[in-house]
């Protein structure tokens, strides 16, 4: 199973350039496609489900044109919006087997067993009878997850899915993207929040502006910015300083002060210290060094 992105343009009617000249080969696995907001993330997506029409480029799944067989590519893909909705009058239980009927599984029995085999997968089974508008937001991603993994898709897209979701929730989520990713299938997390990322993908690609500014593994990523974070313990004058000067990453209180990690080429402050780069501070160091 393999993806191919060659020369991917997708221009507007209003004039705006969403994506330029994207390269991309993805594999069975987990991959990760990160960038900020606006970054051409949502419309890569679109036309990939065949919700929107390619500009130019072209894209195969599988040896399947995207130009030529949208109606073969619809049939292997599962997809999770962002803006993922619900019908408030129907119980999860019902959404699935609605869901699984828009599917073309004709059969109740089938149905039924379809429903219950995605209920257990995403951990519902016991919300079976809840109202899916009742559920809490990662329960709700969960169920969304359910109903684009109807008929078993090959390539599986999930848009921003941990947006909004408490840590506990969003570690959840990110562990059934693991377990299904292990099942011979392409899973697209498209996602601003690099933690997704680092914890759930093999390889990976950093979108901006509708560019490919970085594809390739996560720890080669992180290698790009070894040398460059680092920690320090300053005062709040000094603080104010630093922003001024230098990309600063997290700021914690301590009893003297702030610790602080930024992102510099020579050694800050005389009490600075190197650290080890994680996706996070890499992601900062690149986005500030290709601006």
Not at 33 to 56: D, F, Y
Not at 117 to 129: F, N, P, S
Not at 204 to 221: E, Q, R
Request: proline residues 4%; hydrophobic residues 40%.
């Amino acid at each position: 199973m393999e993806l191919q992105i060659k020369n991917l343009n997708k221009i507007y009617d209003n004039g705006h350039q969403a994506l330029k000249d994207v390269n991309l080969t993805i594999r069975e696995g987990m991959f990760g496609l990160l960038g900020p907001n606006g970054a051409g993330k949502s419309t890569l997506m679109r036309i990939l489900v065949t919700l929107q029409e390619l500009g130019s480029g072209e894209v195969t799944i599988d040896g399947y044109s995207l130009s030529h067989h949208r109606r073969q590519i619809r049939q292997m893909i599962g997809y999770l919006p962002q803006d993922f909705r619900f019908f408030p009058k129907l119980k999860a239980n019902e959404f699935l087997d609605y869901a699984a009927s828009l599917a073309g599984i004709k059969s109740k029995k089938k149905r039924r067993m379809e429903v219950d085999r995605l209920l257990e997968q995403v951990g519902l089974t016991d919300a079976r009878e809840r109202f899916a508008n009742k559920l809490s937001g990662g329960m709700k991603r969960r169920l969304g997850i359910a109903q684009a993994l109807i008929g078993n898709p090959r390539l599986l897209i999930v848009d921003e899915p941990t947006t909004g979701l408490d840590p506990g929730e969003r570690i959840r989520f990110r562990n059934i993207l693991s377990n299904l990713s292990q099942q011979g299938v392409i899973i697209i997390l498209s996602t601003h929040i690099v933690a997704d990322i680092s914890s759930t993908c093999r390889s990976m690609a950093l979108l901006d502006n509708g560019m490919v500014k970085y594809g390739g593994s996560p720890d080669d990523f992180i290698a790009q910015s070894k040398g460059l974070v680092w920690r320090a313990s300053v005062g709040f004058e000094e603080l104010k300083s630093l922003k001024e000067q230098f990309p600063v990453i997290t700021t914690i209180p301590s009893v003297e002060g702030y610790e602080v990690e930024l992102i510099a080429r020579e050694k800050p402050l005389r009490n600075a210290e190197n650290i080890e780069p994680g996706l996070e501070h890499a992601y900062v160091c690149f986005m500030e060094n290709n601006a």
